[in-house]
Nanobody
Framework: QVQLVESGGGLVQAGGSLRLSCAASGRIFSISAMGWYRQAPGKEREFVAALRWSGGTTYYADSVKGRFTNSRDNAKMTVYLQMNSLKPEDTAVYYC????????????????????WGQGTQDTVSS
C-alpha cells in the first residue's frame, strides 16, 4: 500500500496562487504515477493533473492547462501542484492520487481506477 499526505491550499482571491504538496510513503517503489483530482460541491470527482513517474510525462485537464503545474521531488517522494491565475470555478476539495504497477493516470482515468488517495484539502477561490 501507498500512503499519501497532503498539505497546502486554503483561501485565495481570484487571480491568486496556491501550492499543494503530497508526500508518499509505504510501497513507493511500485508507484507508476501520481497526480491530482478535485471535487466541487454537487459534482463528481474529476481529473486535474498527473505525472508519470518513469520519464516524467505530465498530463493536465483542459480547464487547468497553462495555469497549473504538476512537479515532483524524487528524493522526498513528493509531488506539488502549483496553481496560478485561480478562478472561482477552481474551488473544490483537491485530492492527491497515486497508482502503481501497469496502471496509468491520464485525463481519461476514472477515479474508480485510482489505487490510493490523500485526505483531501479544501481550496476556495473568492471572486
Amino acid at each position: 500500500q501507498v500512503q499519501l499526505v497532503e498539505s497546502g491550499g486554503g483561501l485565495v482571491q481570484a487571480g491568486g496562487s496556491l501550492r499543494l504538496s503530497c508526500a508518499a510513503s509505504g510501497r513507493i517503489f511500485s508507484i507508476s504515477a501520481m497526480g491530482w483530482y478535485r471535487q466541487a460541491p454537487g459534482k463528481e470527482r474529476e481529473f486535474v493533473a498527473a505525472l508519470r513517474w518513469s520519464g516524467g510525462t505530465t498530463y493536465y485537464a483542459d480547464s487547468v492547462k497553462g495555469r497549473f503545474t504538476n512537479s515532483r521531488d524524487n528524493a522526498k517522494m513528493t509531488v506539488y501542484l502549483q496553481m496560478n491565475s485561480l478562478k472561482p470555478e477552481d474551488t473544490a476539495v483537491y485530492y492527491c492520487a497515486a497508482t502503481w504497477g501497469n496502471n496509468l493516470m491520464v485525463p481519461t482515468t476514472s477515479p474508480s481506477q485510482i489505487k490510493s488517495w490523500g485526505q483531501g484539502t479544501q481550496d476556495t477561490v473568492s471572486s
